[in-house]
């Protein structure tokens, strides 16, 4: 069984900073890729940052320069490191993994998901 678990999420202030973790299995970790996206009330969900098995990362423009993905393979987990967070990254936060080594920018290829986590940042 697929189990991805968020955790992390909270009220924070602009300017301040959370880091969200996603912990599974061994063989979801294993997944070419792993990423995190995020919904905002009344919009769609879209791609934050993917992590490769290999390390390698990727990010929206959102979130160049502001946030941090990264894994330990020996809790089985991804983090997303938040920094200089601004009201507009107010949504829900969802990890997701990949069978997909290459598109791992787009949701479409995304096959196994958590059940999210609320961040809220307030001005």
């Known amino acids: 069984q697929v189990q991805l678990v968020e955790s992390g999420g909270g009220l924070v202030q602009a300017g301040g900073s959370l880091r969200l973790s996603c912990a599974t299995s061994?063989?979801?970790?294993?997944?070419?890729?792993m990423g995190w996206f995020r919904q905002a009330p009344g919009k769609e969900r879209e791609f934050v940052a993917a992590?490769?098995?290999?390390?390698?990362?990727y990010y929206a423009d959102s979130a160049k320069g502001r946030f941090t993905i990264s894994r330990d393979n020996a809790k089985n987990t991804v983090y997303l490191q938040m920094n200089s967070l601004k009201p507009d990254d107010t949504g829900v936060y969802y990890c997701?993994?990949?069978?997909?080594?290459?598109?791992?920018?787009?949701?479409?290829?995304?096959?196994?998901w958590g059940q999210g986590t609320q961040v809220t940042v307030s001005s």
């Open positions: 992590i490769r098995i290999g390390g390698s990362t």
């Open positions: 061994v063989r979801t970790f294993s997944t070419p890729a």
């Open positions: 997701a993994a990949t069978r997909n080594p290459l598109r791992i920018g787009d949701i479409q290829m995304y096959n196994y």
